[in-house]
């Protein structure tokens, strides 16, 4: 199976930072990566698919980036509700992977 | 309203069986590839399983293979997933997921989320 390597594992940020959180897949993926938010007790929430194309509705404060084995979820000017843990994910190889986590807590 | 919303989901003994349920509305279910992953209590996501819009296919993941088996009812608009020989290591809370790809092969990724339902196996 595909690793999915993401860092920070956890990050403290302060209202208006810009935050970017990187995942490195195990073997080449082209631009087959998601990311999702997850805030506490909630589902997961699909913030960019393909590796840099916005879902519908979600802020364009939220932008992704790369390919092959390197990804970077980037928010521009955090806010307030921006605070949760995100995952990349790959839907390149079987089964698909999840990263880890980065957790984005208030500084 | 777009939705998902599981249930079935409680405090099993090791060894015993449970069927979850995941009801969809406010679209065309039957166009969906849909998918089940967990999240174990304070621990990451994992895909579980999925099957394609029609049925025709499905794939579930090693941890769960030969115990776990995903179906669907499209006249019910509903997907399901029959757990036997549950584990300790099962527990989680477990979500339906929408492919965001309709009526061919799943893109492997998840536009709709249902709300989860939390599966505890302990004795």
């Known amino acids: 199976a595909i690793q999915l390597t993401q860092s920070p594992s956890s990050l403290s940020a302060s209202v208006g930072d810009r935050v970017t959180i990187t995942c490195r897949a195990s073997?080449?993926?082209?631009?087959?990566l998601a990311w999702y938010q997850q805030k506490p007790g909630k589902a997961p929430n699909l913030l960019i698919y393909?590796?840099?194309s916005l879902e519908s509705g979600v802020p364009s404060r939220f932008s992704g980036s790369g390919s092959g084995t390197d990804f970077t979820l980037t928010i521009s000017s955090l806010q307030p509700e921006d605070f949760a843990t995100y995952y990349c994910?790959?839907?390149?190889?079987?089964?698909?992977?999840f990263g880890g986590g980065t957790k984005v807590e208030i500084k | 309203q777009v939705q998902l919303v599981e249930s079935g989901g409680g405090v099993v003994q090791p060894g015993t069986s449970l069927k979850l349920s995941c009801a969809a509305s406010g679209f065309t279910f039957s166009s969906y590839g849909m998918h089940w992953v967990r999240q174990a209590p304070g621990k990451g996501l994992e895909w579980v399983a999925v099957?394609?819009?029609?049925?025709?296919?499905?794939y579930h993941a090693d941890s769960v293979k030969g115990r776990v088996t995903i179906s669907r009812d499209n006249s019910k608009n509903t997907l399901y997933l029959q757990m036997n020989s549950l584990r300790a290591e099962d527990t989680a809370v477990y979500y339906c997921?929408?492919?965001?790809?309709?009526?061919?092969?799943?893109?492997?990724?998840?536009?709709?989320w249902g709300r989860g339902t939390l599966v505890t196996v302990s004795s």
């Open positions: 073997q080449g993926i082209a631009s087959a």
């Open positions: 997921a929408r492919d965001p790809r309709q009526q061919l092969a799943p893109y492997w990724y998840f536009d709709l």
């Open positions: 994910q790959q839907f390149s190889g079987y089964p698909p992977t």
């Open positions: 099957i394609w819009y029609d049925g025709s296919n499905k």
């Open positions: 393909h590796a840099s």
